[in-house]
């Protein structure tokens, strides 16, 4: 008999050749990009681009967060790109404790209908803690961390604490 699939399962990815070796090379399965979306989509916990109209979320499982960008077209998910850290993202305190930048992002919360300002928040990996500049949303706290912070800074200091 054939088990149950979870729900997660039903997502029913489009994704593209260099798509697929991307997620080989960054060793992400498809179920996590699967379980990222069905994530977003169950909670509206995401964030929609103001000029592409792309989504951007992300869930973690375990000790790993994965970001996907996909869009929607009727059942089918695209995926545009996925990575992960490990860093977990920590706010100060009160998200009224930010500190705004004054720069704002093409990216907006779609569950509180604001775009996101860059302000100063907490990434905490093991027992180190740093202060950065990143997007964030004000009212319920979602930090956005973009590809090129993941795969750069975040996983350079992910490293370096490890070789302590
Ligand atoms: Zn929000």
Redesign the pocket.
Known sequence: MKEPMNSYEQIVLDVSDEGERLLEDRLIQRGDVQRVIHHAEATGKKLVHRGTGRALAFYRPKSVTYWVEYSQNGEVFRVFTAYSHRMVLKSSGSTKEWVKSGAGSDWH????R?PLEVQTVRLQYMQSIFPINLPA??????ILIDEELAIGKVAEAEQALEDK
Request: with cysteine; net charge negative; charged share 10%.
């Open positions: 919360c779609d569950q509180c604001t949303c004000s009212g319920c706290g979602f």
